[in-house]
């Protein structure tokens, strides 16, 4: 049995890069002269809401490739920075009451690790490039373990300070509909709250949002436009093997926070790539579906 799944694993990983090196190369090509033009360079969008925008956005952004039994490193934040995304995804555990990046649940991990310092270490060389509003959801599979939020929400405060918009500006508790003006040069950090109030200082809380898994089974209706609309791919085969959401109909549906896997090179993220070719926010009076 568990030759039989090696070798399921390796014609995967095999499948998986030929498959992948032929949509990087195109992928490379769309965007080899690209010209990103920041929310900032658009004046007559800028007292829109934030809610608006179609975000390029990306689901486990740390990681390379499948969901488990993949290699954590700072390099695959940096790409997706490169690349455009503006809304990342972040999973925190910890060791020893040390905050690390990784894939799992509260009992193990099924990946490799790294540090959530490194990680913010890489945000900040590579993620204020441009003045656009920076999302970062973070979900903590131990919210309830006093030590670590303390860790959690020093670490973010020493690494982003007033780049962190809760911080900084004066705001209710529901952004969404905030005009993004407000949130230049910001990092928006969402996150699981701790029952101490402790992260509440610097993260909003999820109720800003609506998150949903994805299946093609599900006729999923959008119409709450104060919150944003954020989907990812549910819990099963296509979850654990990356694979990338058909983007169109949930746009259609107005879900602008589609997670798409950036390590999972295909037709879907090059398609995907094609709107954000030179912007990572889209208003819905710029959006025209092919």
Known sequence: MINLLVIL????????????NRYTFLINNLLKDRNIISIEQKPHLLENPINEFYINTSHNSYINSIQHLSIVRKETIQNILQLGVRCIELDITDINNIPIIAHGNKKYITTTYISLENILDTILEYGFNT?????IFCEIYNPNNLQLVKNIKQIF????????????INLDENITNKPIKLFLNKVILF???????ILSEIFYPQSNFINREHSDKLNLIYNNTNKFGKIYYEEGIGSFLSLNINFIPLWKNNYK???????MKDKLL?????YFKNTSFIHESELKLN
């Open 257 to 263: 926070l589609i997670g798409m896997n950036y390590q």
């Open 157 to 168: 405060i020493n690494k982003f300070n007033n780049k962190i918009s809760k911080l900084t």
């Open 9 to 20: 694993i390796i014609i995967f990983y095999t499948s998986y890069t030929i498959y992948s």
């Open 191 to 197: 996150g699981t709250l701790d029952q101490y109030n």
């Open 270 to 274: 090059y398609d995907y790539l094609y």
């Open 131 to 135: 003045s656009d509003p920076l999302i």
